[in-house]
T-cell receptor, first 115, second 113 residues
C-alpha cells in the first residue's frame, strides 16, 4: 500500500506570496490532518478534514486554510506569506472511524522557505 | 501551555542495552497515546500506541507503559540497535478531538555501536 504522498518536497517563496501544498492519503483513509513543524514550536496541529469537511482546527491565523476533495486528497493554502511561515508542513492520514483508535501516518512533508 | 512534555532532549545508550524514553502529560482528557520516530528530512513514523484502558502494549522490541495516575508514559526499546537512532516523539489525543494530536518536544536517541 502506498504511503502518504506530499508534493512538492521543497518550496521557496517570497514574503507576501501565497502557496498551495498537496497531500494524497493512504488508500482507504478518510481523515487528513496537517501539522507544522518548526524548531521553536515543535509539531503543531493546523487542521483536520474528514469526508470533505473540516472537523478540527488548531490555533493558526485565517491565512492558513485547507480543503479536502471527494477522493480524500487534500490541499492546504497559506496566503500572504510571512517569514515565520518557514517550516516543514506535514500531512497525515488515518482511517479515523470514531469507534476505535487509529494511528496517524505521516508523509515526508513539504519544506517551505519564505524569503 | 505544554500539555505533553518530554523532559529529556537527548538520550545515549549502548547497542544491545535498553532505551527508556519518558513522557508526561497534564490533560486528563487524553485517552490515546502514540510514539513516533523521526529521521531528518522524513515525516514521523508510527511506532506503537496505547489506549487509556490499558497500562501496557508490546510490539516486538517496543513496549509502551502507561501510568494514568501519574500521567506518565514511557517507551522501552529492547535491545537497542544503531538504526534506532532518531528523534522520538510522544503524542496524545483527546477522545473528542478526532485526529488532533498534541506532541511532545521530542527526544534524540543515539544508540552507540
Amino acid at each position: 500500500k502506498a504511503g502518504v504522498t506530499q508534493t512538492p518536497r521543497y518550496l521557496i517563496k517570497t514574503r507576501g506570496q501565497q502557496v498551495t501544498l498537496s497531500c494524497s492519503p493512504i488508500s482507504g483513509h478518510r481523515s487528513v490532518s496537517w501539522y507544522q513543524q518548526t524548531p521553536g514550536q515543535g509539531l503543531q496541529f493546523l487542521f483536520e478534514y474528514f469526508s470533505e469537511t473540516q472537523r478540527n482546527k488548531g490555533n493558526f491565523p485565517g491565512r492558513f486554510s485547507g480543503r479536502q476533495f471527494s477522493n480524500s486528497r487534500s490541499e492546504m493554502n497559506v496566503s500572504t506569506l510571512e517569514l515565520g511561515d518557514s517550516a516543514l508542513y506535514l500531512c497525515a492520514s488515518s482511517f479515523s472511524d470514531s469507534s476505535y483508535n487509529s494511528p496517524l501516518h505521516f508523509g515526508n512533508g513539504t519544506r517551505l522557505t519564505v524569503t | 501551555d505544554q500539555q505533553v512534555k518530554q523532559n529529556s532532549p537527548s538520550l545515549s545508550v549502548q547497542e544491545g542495552r535498553i532505551s527508556i524514553l519518558n513522557c508526561d502529560y497534564t490533560n486528563s482528557m487524553f485517552d490515546y497515546f502514540l510514539w513516533y520516530k523521526k529521521y531528518p528530512a522524513e515525516g514521523p513514523t508510527f511506532l506503537i500506541s496505547i489506549s487509556s484502558i490499558k497500562d501496557k502494549n508490546e510490539d516486538g522490541r517496543f513496549t509502551v507503559f502507561l501510568n494514568k495516575s501519574a500521567k506518565h508514559l514511557s517507551l522501552h526499546i529492547v535491545p537497542s540497535q544503531p538504526g534506532d537512532s532518531a528523534v522520538y516523539f510522544c503524542a496524545a489525543r483527546e477522545e473528542t478531538s478526532g485526529s488532533r494530536l498534541t506532541f511532545g518536544e521530542g527526544t534524540q536517541l543515539t544508540v552507540n555501536p
